[in-house]
């Protein structure tokens, strides 16, 4: 008696691997999507850290930092009256390719603007035309 030793045909391995390249596909969307909610995310609270940072410097130096002043990256450091103080070791940087937006207009207010991924308004609120791609979400002191 001889036994008949039964494998897979070319048709099965052929929709086992379309069926597992299939759901590859779906997994790496969704991954993507998270990566870019995680980057929205620090991006909110990068500006939220930096408004409390404002603040406290307005608080000490009576005024908000000059536009150019505000370097992503850099320190935020006092100027005139409380020049010998630091408020943010280091300004954070946008986590992906565009960057945030600052603009004080005035002594007594600011924008802070960045662009989020995630957004489905793609509204364009009033940040300047400096913004990088765009903003989306804004952050105004109180």
């Known amino acids: 008696m001889s036994q008949k030793v039964r494998g897979f045909t070319l048709i099965e391995l052929l929709v086992a691997m ?18 870019k909610a995680a980057r929205d995310g620090k991006r909110k609270a990068d500006l939220e850290q930096i408004r409390s940072a404002l603040e406290i ?41 565009n960057s945030y937006y600052y603009n004080r207009s005035g002594s007594n207010s600011y924008v802070l603007c ?17 913004c990088v791609g765009i903003c989306n979400y804004k952050v105004i002191n109180p």
């Open 57 to 97: 410097y307005r608080t000490d130096c009576k005024t908000y930092p000059a536009t150019g002043s505000v370097v992503w990256g850099q320190p935020l450091a006092g100027a005139g009256v409380c020049v010998n103080n630091t408020y943010m070791e280091k300004i954070p940087a946008d986590p992906g390719s």
């Open 114 to 130: 960045a662009s989020l991924e995630t957004s489905t308004e793609g509204l364009k609120p009033d940040c300047g035309s400096n």
């Open 18 to 35: 379309t069926i597992m390249a299939v759901l590859m596909g779906i997994s790496l969307v969704s991954y993507q999507g998270s990566k």
